[in-house]
C-alpha cells in the first residue's frame, strides 16, 4: 500500500518547479524594451508645442541629438536607470521562489540535510539581472503633423504629434503636457 505522501512530493515538486519557471520568465520580462507610438492632438501651436515637450525631456535628462525642422521631427536619447523599487520586490520574489525549490528538496531528500538552502545565495543573481538590462540608453523621438479638425460651432486648428518612446515616459507625457490622445491610424 502507498502513502499520500508518494503522491504529494512529485506534485508538491512539480507545482514548485513551475513557480520557478515563471519567476525565471517575470524577472526575465522586467528588462523587455517597452517602447511604444502614440499620437497626440493639442490646441497648442506648432512651435510652442515643440518647445513644451523639448522642455519635459530635458527636464528628465534627456538631450537632443538630432533635428529635423523641416519635417517638424526632434530625437532625443537619455540614460534611464533602473528602479530600486522594483530591484528590491524581484530579489524578495526570488528569495521566495529559491527557499520553495529548497525546502522541497530538503523534504525530498533529508539526508542532505540544509544543504538546499544554499540556493538561497543566488539570490542577489535576480536584481543584479535586472539592473544590468533596465539601465540603459533610451531613445525618445516625435514629429509634428498639421491637420485641421471640424467642430460644430466653428473650425479650430489641432496640431497632431507622433511621439515613439518608453511606456512610462508617455505617461509622464500626458500628465505634464496638455496632449489628447488618439488612435492611431
Partial sequence: MTSSFDFALPSTFGLTVLLFVGLGFFIRASTKDRTETAVYVSELDDVMLLETIQKHFVDRAYQVTGVEPDKGRMSLKGMVSASIF??????????????????????????????????????????????????????????????????????????????????????ALEAQVPLKRTEAE
Fill in 86 to 171: 522594483l530591484a528590491t520586490f524581484l530579489a524578495m520574489l526570488a528569495g521566495i521562489g529559491l527557499f520553495c525549490l529548497a525546502l522541497v528538496f530538503a523534504i525530498a531528500f533529508p539526508g542532505w540535510g540544509n544543504i538546499p538552502y544554499l540556493l538561497l545565495l543566488a539570490t542577489p543573481v535576480a536584481p543584479w539581472f535586472y539592473y544590468k538590462g533596465a539601465t540603459r540608453l533610451e531613445s525618445v523621438s516625435f514629429q509634428l503633423a498639421g491637420g485641421e479638425a471640424e467642430n460644430s460651432v466653428a473650425k479650430s486648428e489641432e496640431t497632431r504629434l507622433f511621439v515613439s518612446a518608453h511606456r512610462d515616459e508617455l505617461i
